[in-house]
């Protein structure tokens, strides 16, 4: 494979066994699927790839399966969107990582019951309207919440995310609007663009004594008023978060005792 897609409107080509573990994502470089106008029926994953980058098959309608091998750990943003003859979808669970609407308008994706979609060991996306009120808590055993997993899901109320989940995707519980109170556990690392983005997010609950990695804006308004929410953190870390970057922002942190079992206890209040 060549390090850049330039395999549009190539009408005879059908079938493409891609081995790249090195490629630019064409998806950033001009906004166009790898092969935009090209009759694939057939894509090999070789053994050994690790990362399938955004929208290579996307629009592929005359793909009817796929097949990822167990050296794969990311897929990317528009993988394999709008490929409309899909049918048949195999993901290992050594991925960690699925971009927003990598599946999106399969038949593979539409034929999944209402409710949280998983793929593997990922938190994929929320199906349909949620109800009400309504509380969800990530299964045991998820690593990662996909980008756009929430997105609008204004009637969310709690979230309850398990110690084995080490990311958060960016823009995931975006438009939230029922989450007032949020607790990361101490297994999260990184926390994406707008992922918690809530005005009426009060309570961030963030359980690792390292601060995990944020954007400007992952939680709140990067305008000043935003970064007034109370932000609880394990004894003895204060001054790590008031030196992490973007965390600093924050005007007011609590300390908090974290048991092994992440749950919370007061600790002593109001160090600013």
Not at 141 to 165: E, K, Q, R
Not at 176 to 191: D, F, H, M, N
Request: contains cysteine; glycine residues 10%.
């Amino acid at each position: 494979m060549k390090e850049t897609c330039e395999y549009y409107n190539c009408y005879g080509l059908t079938s493409v066994t891609y081995n790249a573990t090195n490629c630019k994502d064409p998806s950033i470089l001009n906004s166009k699927p790898w092969f935009e106008n090209c009759p694939l029926t057939t894509l090999n994953i070789g053994e050994g790839v690790e990362r399938i980058p955004d929208s290579l098959a996307c629009g592929q309608s005359r793909l009817t399966s796929i097949t990822i091998p167990a050296s794969v750990t990311s897929i990317g943003y528009r993988a394999f969107e709008g490929c409309s003859g899909l049918t048949s979808v195999t993901v290992p669970d050594s991925v960690t990582f699925i971009g927003g609407v990598a599946f999106a308008n399969t038949p593979w994706y539409d034929s999944k019951s209402v409710g949280m979609v998983y793929i593997g060991k990922v938190a994929y996306k929320y199906k349909g309207e949620m109800p009400r009120g309504n509380s969800v808590v990530i299964k045991k055993g998820t690593v990662s919440i996909s980008p756009f997993a929430f997105d609008g899901c204004s009637n969310l109320t709690s979230v309850t995310i398990g110690n084995s989940v080490t990311s958060i995707g960016h823009r995931a519980f975006e438009g939230c609007i029922g989450l007032t109170s949020v607790t990361i556990p101490s297994s999260v690392t990184k926390i994406g663009h707008r992922a918690l983005y809530s005005e009426c997010l009060c309570e961030i609950y963030s359980l690792n004594p390292e601060p995990p990695e944020i954007g400007v804006e992952t939680f709140c308004p990067s305008y000043a008023s935003g970064f007034k929410r109370r932000v609880y953190v394990p004894e003895g870390s204060i001054s790590e978060y008031k030196k992490a970057r973007y965390w600093e922002r924050f005007e007011s942190f609590h300390a908090i005792v974290v048991p092994h079992d992440d749950g919370v206890t007061d600790g002593d209040d109001d160090l600013k």
